[in-house]
């Protein structure tokens, strides 16, 4: 049970005649191109969004009143294909290893063992073998085992990291179980890496970017990690470990099963977790993690806004027809502002459910999800910005014109993270009293609108003198 979230979202409201009304352009149809015409245009967008949640957190979790009577039906198609385990690891100095664990995996558990040196490893014949690896984390793993020894292995010239390093960073966005395994020699040896990362130790390690990348996955992302001598060490291992997580799957299967027909059943991960159990303030870290993953999908987007790559064709305009074309792309900000308030505003809010009531798992999905699409609408329209194919004089304009959006999709692509981390911080702090009042704020506005201006200008005295 906890309080819901309030939002206050605030736009400003622009005047025509004397009369007030919320983001509205007073603007006369164009005739020609004008400069100060697309000037007023900006300027009648320019008000920044804000919006505050008050998050009221209870000070125990009354399971009760989280229970919801649900009732599903039972006629899911069974789902016959074995478990795929990728065994990530470099191969020449842990090829016996490897070869075991394979043994293990198939033999004895009937599961399928995603390694490269096997027969049936899927390869597409177009990708090579870096991206081949890749795609059988992403399209084919259900559980990770990463197994480092002393070699670094083949380095990726243009990420510079190991493909086994790839393969758990693939692995760690899916959200998949991950169990992480080093040789003892140089687990052992990480400590004195640590306080003097200038040595020489080379006869532990070919590179000492290992050192780097146990680092990371232990201390940074908090993966437990098994020392190992020999296979053994890790099979039975695992055997325990794939054990606690059946029990686990077994245990949530029963609570997935009284589930109502239209929970979202295309949750997983660290979502589905918290839409089953229902741990504190359930409601706040669901709608956090739904948006952080609704993120997480169009990184390879975000990742061609961020360098400014533009691909596929764009708009053909004519000088006369720039002006009434940045009205458009105007008008599509203000839908985007809109959307913005409505999805975070009133829609949050009566997913989160009122004070002391629970909220709605397929709602709160529903709303992140609305989030997200339209993080990936703002990024949509820059990059349809910058496709434009416009006259020379006018292109520092629509390239300034294309960062307007920049500030909504940095606010929106972290609050998720920030929702999460002040949700579980809050949590994790001692408190007296029944309830305590987290308060959030999230302020979008237009970006880079002087710059835009700016440019707008001297557009105007380039293309007219």
């Known amino acids: 049970m906890r309080g819901a979230a309030e939002w206050f979202p605030r736009a400003s409201r622009a005047g025509c005649g004397g009369r007030a009304t919320a983001w509205t352009h007073c603007l006369e149809p164009v005739r020609h191109v004008d400069g100060d015409y697309i000037i007023r245009a900006l300027n009648a967008y320019s008000a920044p969004l804000e919006a505050q949640a008050r998050c009221t957190l209870p000070a125990y979790n009354d399971a009760a009143s989280n229970v919801h009577e649900w009732h599903s039906s039972r006629s899911r198609k069974l789902n016959t294909s074995s478990p795929a385990v990728m065994v990530s690891s470099t191969f020449y100095d842990l090829r016996q290893i490897r070869a075991d664990l394979g043994c293990f995996l198939e033999d004895d558990l009937g599961y399928r063992a995603l390694l490269s040196e096997h027969r049936s490893f899927p390869v597409d014949p177009d990708a090579d073998t870096i991206e081949n690896c890749r795609r059988r984390v ?73 050192f780097e990348f146990i680092q990371r996955v232990r201390s940074e992302d908090k993966i437990w990690m098994h020392e190992f001598e020999i296979a053994q060490e890790i099979i039975q291992t695992l055997r325990l470990q794939l054990a606690y997580l059946m029990r ?7 609570q997935f099963l009284k589930l109502d027909n239209q929970f979202p059943r295309d949750l997983h991960g660290k979502a589905l977790r918290l839409a089953l159990e229902k741990p504190d303030a359930w409601e706040h870290r669901l709608f956090g993690q739904v948006l952080t993953d609704q993120v997480g ?12 790559l533009i691909f596929g064709s764009g708009d053909h305009l004519a000088l006369e027809q720039v ?9 599509e900000i203000q839908r985007l502002v809109q959307a913005v308030n409505v999805v975070l505003g009133d829609n949050l809010q009566e997913s989160l459910g009122p004070p002391g009531e629970p909220g709605s798992v397929e709602a709160i999905v529903d709303t992140a999800r609305k989030a997200g699409a339209i993080y990936r609408a703002a990024i949509n329209w820059s990059l349809h910005v910058l496709r434009a194919h416009v006259p020379e004089c006018f ?36 408190w007296d009293g029944p309830q305590r009042v987290l308060n959030l704020v999230l302020t979008i506005s237009l970006s880079n609108q002087e710059a835009f201006a700016t440019a707008l200008d001297e557009a105007k005295r380039n293309c007219f003198g």
């Not at 686990?248 to 029963?254: A, F, H, I």
């Not at 002006?323 to 792309?329: D, H, K, T």
């Open 138 to 210: 992403e399209q084919d793993a259900d559980l990770f085992v990463l197994v480092i020894g002393g070699r670094y292995g083949y380095v990726d010239p243009n990420s510079l990291k190991s493909i086994t390093n790839l393969e758990y960073l693939v692995a760690q966005r899916k959200g998949i179980p991950i169990y992480a395994f080093v040789e003892k020699s140089v687990l052992s040896v990480l400590p004195v890496w640590a306080k003097n990362p200038q040595a020489d130790f080379s006869d532990v390690v070919s590179d000492t970017r290992v």
């Open 248 to 254: 686990d799957g077994l245990q949530q299967r029963l």
């Open 297 to 308: 999908e169009h990184g390879d987007l975000r990742k061609d806004h961020h360098l400014g």
């Open 323 to 331: 002006a009434p074309w940045m009205q458009a792309r105007m008008e």
């Open 395 to 430: 292109r520092s304009a629509v390239v300034e014109m294309a960062r307007m959006t920049d500030d909504l999709i940095e606010k929106v692509e972290t609050f998720g993270p920030l929702i999460l981390k002040e949700v579980e911080e809050s949590l994790a702090a001692p």
